[in-house]
Nanobody, 125 residues
Framework: VQLQASGGGLVQAGASLRLSCAASGLAFSTYAMGWFRQAPGKEREFVAAISRSGVSKYYVDSVKDRFAISRDNTKNTVYLQMNSLKPDDTAVYYC???????????????????WGQGTLVTVSS
């Protein structure tokens, strides 16, 4: 399984970014997908997850109403649209595939079987 994340960068507070993650080596449409992030000196934390079909979406409270996860199963790609970015959103963002297609809400690092390489998002104040 390979997950290739892109779209990070340096932005000012209030700006938007869209992260993309292209997946290969798995039956993409049969897996829920997730995004996690790790800020300097902190543990990796769950950000968002999306069901196989894209209908169900889950977010950590701190990003609700600002971030939106989506997927395109025809392109084997999952996205994270990030709006109204804050300095606290600064982190390396990782896309993630669960270790089993039966994990429908991959919210814990223990659920994850494959990680992307990470893309850095830096939000300046």
């Amino acid at each position: 399984v390979q997950l290739q994340a892109s779209g990070g960068g340096l932005v000012q507070a209030g700006a938007s970014l869209r992260l993309s993650c292209a997946a290969s080596g798995l039956a993409f449409s049969t897996y829920a997908m997730g995004w996690f992030r790790q800020a300097p000196g902190k543990e990796r934390e769950f950000v968002a997850a999306i069901s196989r079909s894209g209908v169900s979406k889950y977010y950590v409270d701190s990003v609700k109403d600002r971030f939106a996860i989506s997927r395109d199963n025809t392109k084997n790609t999952v996205y994270l649209q990030m709006n109204s970015l804050k300095p606290d959103d600064t982190a390396v963002y990782y896309c993630a595939a669960p270790s089993s297609r039966f994990i429908l809400q991959p919210r814990s690092a223990y659920d994850i079987g494959a990680w992307g390489q990470g893309t850095l998002v830096t939000v300046s104040s």
